[in-house]
C-alpha cells in the first residue's frame, strides 16, 4: 500500500515520496510537497536578495578565515622544515 498525503499548499493528494523529508532516519515529512517547497524556496529567494546575499557574503568571510589559517600553518611547517634542514 502506498501512502497518500495532502499538500498543505496546493491541496493535491500526493504519494508520500512526493514530499521531503523533515529530517533523516525519522519518517516525517514535510506538509508541502516537493514541487510547492522547491516554488516558494525559489520564490523566497527572489523576494529576499539581500538575505542571500548576506549568507553568501558570511560564507565568504568564514572560508577566508579558514584559508588564512590553513596558510599561516602551512608556512609554519615550511619554516620548521628548514630551520631542520640546516
Ligand atoms: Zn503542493
Redesign the pocket.
Known sequence: MIAHRT??????T?ELN?FFLVSRGLNRRRA??????V?ARKANRKANPERERTYINDWRRFNREKVKAYNAAYYQRKKARLAQSK
Request: glycine share 0%.
Open positions: 499538500c498543505s499548499r496546493c491541496k493535491a500526493k512526493e508541502a510537497c516537493s514541487a510547492c517547497e516554488a
